[in-house]
């Protein structure tokens, strides 16, 4: 009688034990793998945030995205001043009140507003973008409105190659775009790809550049894009689904607003 109550009282304390430490360890997993999920999708949003209207591009069945990162942006002088003084010029190739000439290729002008990150005159192969709708007609990604930034004389302009851009921006607005940036789910990995060149078709994957990881253990994910429209904003749907060695799953789901006001 004795033995047989050891082993019950055995048998109990067992699973008073044994229960509590496995929950526990589930949890431990789960909690890695959202972690996990969770970071590599804050990272994915602070670039999307930072996305050239109209750049968002997805391929491969959903699971490739790229955009364009906007270093930098501001507002361009559209009108010259009435001052004789200031219409002397900071441009020396536009001294037209160094205003952004949309009717011949210019190289020069003020801008009107305060640069945050980017110093016009140390530059590092930045493009200059106006108005990009994302189309035949001004597409970064082509060329037809994006030019090469080069060095200012002073920290109030910016200069660029030659260029005739197509279409003025009605809020006049410019954007400094320092890199492509792609993210791409291969090999249960998600791996993020920047610093390569800008090109009309989609990659994939960027040549001339190694894919950082940003996350491990990647089951499946999925990128949507709905680029919304002149009253609505962009929205980017990111799936990603995450399983560990002991088939402990998690999936999260993130939704992005892209400003696609160009």
């Given amino acids: 009688m004795v033995i047989v109550i050891v082993g019950i009282l055995a ?27 969770e970071l590599a999708l804050r990272r994915m949003q602070r670039d999307i945030r930072r996305a050239l209207p109209n750049s968002v591009r997805i391929t491969d069945n959903g699971k490739t995205l790229e955009l364009l990162h906007v270093e930098d942006g501001g507002r361009y002088r559209a009108k010259a001043n009435g001052s004789a003084a200031a219409n002397a010029g900071l441009c020396a190739t536009n001294p037209a009140g160094d205003i952004l000439d949309f009717s011949l290729n210019d190289t020069c002008f003020e801008v009107m507003s305060t640069l945050k ?5 140390v530059t590092a192969g930045q493009s200059l973008v106006v108005y990009n709708l994302g189309n035949t007609t001004a597409d970064a990604y082509t060329g037809s409105n994006r030019a090469t930034v080069i060095n200012s004389g002073n920290a109030k302009t910016i200069s660029f190659n030659a260029f ?21 789910c291969i090999n249960n990995q998600l791996l ?9 078709s989609q990659s994939n994957p960027p040549t001339g550049v190694t894919g950082q990881v940003q996350a491990n253990k990647i089951a499946s994910c999925k990128f949507s894009y709905d680029p919304g429209n002149s009253s609505r904003s962009g929205l980017v749907t990111l799936e990603m689904t995450l399983t560990d060695a002991m088939n402990e799953s998690i999936q ?3 939704q992005v607003h892209v400003d696609n006001v160009p």
């Fill in 252 to 254: 999260l789901v993130e």
């Fill in 192 to 200: 993020r790809y920047s610093g390569y060149a800008i090109t009309a």
């Fill in 11 to 37: 048998t109990m304390t067992t699973d008073i034990i044994t229960l509590p430490v496995k929950s526990y360890l589930d949890l431990q997993r789960r909690t890695t793998l959202v972690d996990t999920a």
């Fill in 117 to 121: 990150v980017f110093t016009p005159q």
């Fill in 164 to 184: 005739k851009f197509p279409f003025n921006s009605p809020q006049q607005r410019f954007f400094i775009v320092d890199s492509p940036i792609t993210y791409r």
